[in-house]
Nanobody
């Protein structure tokens, strides 16, 4: 199975920036559509952003449009989430998800915690 490891979380200030990474091992990520999800305390998990296999199509939740950018580096087998103009409402555990093109099976990382506070 594909293995995913998120990193880059931590403490960010309102208006500041953080960059999350999702590093894959076992198989090339170009077989997968990649998404970022998050779950805040007391709330359901929600989709944040996703990127197509070739990187040409991206989608964003309304709450992060214009602030977050998803990208992928095929050489490093890694997907990134650049988070700018952070808000306290962005505080959550962020999870990386990969969906295999042939079976649509989903693989998840263990998550990385992002806390936005002054």
């Amino acid at each position: 199975q594909l293995l995913l490891v998120e990193s880059g979380g931590g403490l960010g200030q309102p208006g500041g920036s953080l960059r999350l990474s999702c590093a894959a091992s076992g198989l090339p990520l170009d077989y997968y559509t990649i998404g970022w999800f998050r779950q805040a305390p007391g709330k359901e998990r929600e989709g944040v952003s996703c990127i197509s296999r070739d990187g040409g199509v991206t989608n964003y939740a309304d709450s992060v449009k214009g602030r977050f950018t998803i990208s992928r580096d095929y050489a490093q087998n890694t997907v990134y989430l650049q988070m700018n103009s952070l808000k306290p409402e962005d505080t959550a555990v962020y999870y990386c998800n990969a969906q295999y093109w042939a079976t649509h099976i989903n693989y998840w990382g263990k998550g990385t915690l992002v806390t936005v506070s002054s």
